[in-house]
Each structure stands twice: as C-alpha cells, then as structure tokens.
C-alpha cells in the first residue's frame, strides 16, 4: 500500500507563488502516474497537473504556463509548483497516485489566495 504525505499550502496574495509537496512511501514500485488535483468550495473536484513515470506531463488550461508538476523519482515525491495565483485558485489541492491497480489520495492542502 502507498501512503502519500502532503505538504506546503498556505496563504498567499494574488500573484504570488507556492510549492506544493507530496511523498510517497510504501509499494512505491507500483507508482505510475502523480498527480494534483483541487477542489474550490462548492465545486467538483478537478485534475491540476499530471506527471507519469516516464516524466510526461498534463496541465489543466488554466494552470498552463503558471504551474510546473515535476517528481523527483529517487525521493518518489511530486511538487506542483504554482505562481501568478489568482484568488479563483482558492481551494483544497490534493495529491494522487496511481499504483498498480488503486489510485490513493493524499489528504488535502488548503491553498487562500488573497485578493
């Protein structure tokens, strides 16, 4: 089993940036894609950035360009890095792995961006 610890969130004003972390450890050979995903208040959760094994990414559009998803694959951990936030991004960002077969979330980072 792969459990996944989440760290980094916080508050920041519009245009600022933040550093988002999420290690795993456990049945980590099993890992194939990482990934973020946010929930806004009062809205479905949607995906943020994805990264797989190989190191391919997807960006959500309205990430592209401002957020960076990278994995440092020695340390099996994620960072979503987010700059220029707009206080529309205020939400609860959570981390995903997909491995083997389960898709494990980690628990939910509050991110407030101030107008």
């Known amino acids: 089993q792969v459990q996944l610890v989440v760290s980094g969130g916080g508050l920041v004003q519009a245009g600022g940036s933040l550093r988002l972390s999420c290690a795993a450890s456990?049945?980590?050979?099993?890992?194939?894609?990482m990934a973020w995903y946010r929930q806004a208040p009062g809205k479905q959760r949607e995906l943020v950035a994805r990264?797989?094994?190989?190191?391919?990414?997807s960006y959500a559009d309205s990430v592209k360009g401002r957020f960076t998803i990278s994995r440092d694959n020695a340390e099996n951990t994620v960072f979503l890095q987010m700059t220029s936030l707009n206080p529309e991004e205020t939400a609860v960002y959570y981390c995903?792995?997909?491995?083997?077969?389960?898709?494990?979330w980690g628990q939910g980072t509050q991110v407030a961006v101030s107008s």
């Open positions: 995903n792995v997909v491995a083997g077969l389960s898709s494990i």
């Open positions: 456990g049945i980590i050979f099993s890992i194939k894609t």
């Open positions: 990264i797989t094994t190989g190191g391919s990414t």
